[in-house]
């Protein structure tokens, strides 16, 4: 069944001893404590001090390539990662702009229900506005089905939205529970999936909410209302309750899950292998025909 998936540089070499400058600008180690050398030995010995001071020049100005190349590559680094985060997070921004994918307009709501009450057949989705797996359903699946079965008559469908993910699922749900007395939940929750943002990630705001209602044909001010309070008014508050219990008597455990019976009759578990139209297509044929 598919689920809504949460569960869950190397140090610098040493510094050559310290040097200064003589007279002559060669820099040289103190050796004052040395005994006075001849003539001879002092040749050799500002022979041997000039090539170690050019040793000691060679050295700084590699460790200074070394520093800027290593400066180069932390920034190089710095940059790609930051341009991976972008492009990680670029998928997670909700589309304002996102029109529905259902079309609802010809089909009949009457609270969670939507399609004709006498219908045959009864489809019942159990859902949290956060998931992303409900998102995909709604907006790749969803709208076939509801052309196919609910316009024709053949199947009323109920939405019931559960909370588990967060703040945000709770926020909808309330909204789009608040929307049934404008019989217009699913028509809410359609646009809100497919504007759908990062989970938990406050965007479910008031802005967020009045945008989908208003772009719905619904007034927002209810919706608003009903997400202003950590408790929905009492109506709202019994259909969350009312999803929570019948998600537990059905034993539903993620998220869309499904039942499929005669309507008014007993339902039963709607398996599929993937969220994908000819998956739904078979079950719900052989729920019409058994119901007929």
């Keep these: 069944m598919p689920a809504c998936l949460r569960t869950f540089l190397a140090p610098s070499p040493p510094e050559s001893p310290?040097?200064?400058?003589?007279?002559?600008?060669?820099?040289?180690?103190?050796?004052?404590?040395?005994?006075?050398?001849?003539?001879?030995d002092k040749r050799e010995r500002a022979r041997a001090e000039r090539r170690?001071?050019?040793?000691?020049?060679?050295?700084?100005?590699?460790?200074?390539?070394?520093?800027?190349?290593?400066?180069?590559?932390a920034l190089?680094?710095?940059?790609?990662?930051v341009a991976l985060v972008a492009v990680s997070q670029g998928g997670d921004d909700e589309d304002a702009s996102a029109?529905?994918?259902a079309t609802l307009d010809e089909v009949p709501e009457?609270?969670?229900?939507?399609?004709?009450?006498?219908?045959?057949?009864?489809?019942?989705?159990f859902a949290d506005p956060q998931c992303?797996?409900?998102a995909d359903y709604t907006t790749d699946v969803l709208p076939d089905l509801v052309e196919q079965y609910v316009a024709t008559g053949d199947v009323r469908m109920e939405l019931q939205l559960l909370t588990f993910i967060g703040e945000d699922s709770l926020r909808l749900a309330n909204?789009?529970?608040?929307?049934?007395?404008?019989?217009?939940l699913w028509r809410f929750m359609d646009l809100a999936y497919a504007r759908q943002g990062a989970e938990n990630s406050d965007y479910a705001d008031d802005a967020f909410i009045e945008s989908v209602a208003t772009d719905a044909g619904l007034d927002p001010e209810p919706l608003l209302a009903a997400t202003a309070n950590a408790e929905p008014d009492a109506e709202v508050g019994q259909l969350i309750e009312a999803a929570r219990a019948a998600a537990g008597?059905?034993?539903?455990?993620?998220?869309?899950?499904?039942?499929?019976?005669p309507t008014g009759g007993e339902l039963e578990p709607l398996e599929v292998t993937a969220l994908e139209l000819d998956a739904f297509q078979g079950p719900i044929d052989d729920a019409i025909a058994a119901a007929g």
């Design 249 to 261: 008597e059905a034993g539903v455990d993620s998220t869309p899950s499904f039942l499929i019976g």
């Design 76 to 81: 190089l680094a710095v940059v790609v990662v």
């Design 18 to 40: 310290a040097r200064r400058p003589d007279h002559r600008g060669v820099p040289y180690t103190s050796i004052s404590s040395a005994p006075v050398a001849a003539p001879s």
């Design 132 to 134: 992303p797996f409900c």
């Design 110 to 125: 009457d609270g969670i229900a939507l399609g004709e009450p006498d219908a045959p057949v009864t489809m019942v989705e």
């Design 175 to 184: 909204a789009g529970y608040a929307a049934t007395e404008q019989e217009g």
């Design 52 to 73: 170690a001071a050019e040793t000691s020049d060679a050295e700084a100005a590699r460790r200074q390539r070394l520093i800027a190349l290593l400066g180069g590559a």
């Design 99 to 101: 029109a529905p994918t």
